[in-house]
């Protein structure tokens, strides 16, 4: 998991969207100074650098569950079984993971 590039600030930083190989995200408010702007080498990359994400709106919007074999957060609606500290959550047959935007902005302090 590579975050390549992350600031907090109000304008677009010089790096973003510089390089048509990478995934790039913005979670913004106008010219906040809070805008969050991100840079990864792939959706992939920022998906596994979004398991690190703690604040109280993502554990309440999404939970963790496999997915292709990898851990992934998705919206609480799409878990079939939720975790018991003994089994992992399972998803819904045929749910997608949460998208990394949904993810950056319950993140965020938007």
Do not use: C
Not at 42 to 60: G, K, N, R
Request: proline residues 5%; glycine residues 2%.
């Amino acid at each position: 998991m590579s975050l390549l590039n992350y600031k907090q600030q109000a304008n677009e930083p010089d790096w973003f969207n510089e390089n048509d190989d990478h995934f790039y995200h913005s979670v913004t408010s106008g010219s906040s100074p809070s805008n969050e702007w991100y840079e990864f080498e792939s959706e992939s990359d920022a998906l596994d650098f979004a398991l690190s994400f703690e604040s109280q709106s993502v554990i309440d919007q999404f939970e963790v569950a496999a997915f292709d074999s990898k851990d992934r957060w998705f919206h609480h609606e799409d878990i079939a079984k939720h975790a018991d500290g003994w089994e992992p959550a399972e998803a819904v047959p045929g749910a997608n993971p949460a998208s990394f935007a949904d993810l950056a902005q319950a993140q965020s302090r938007f």
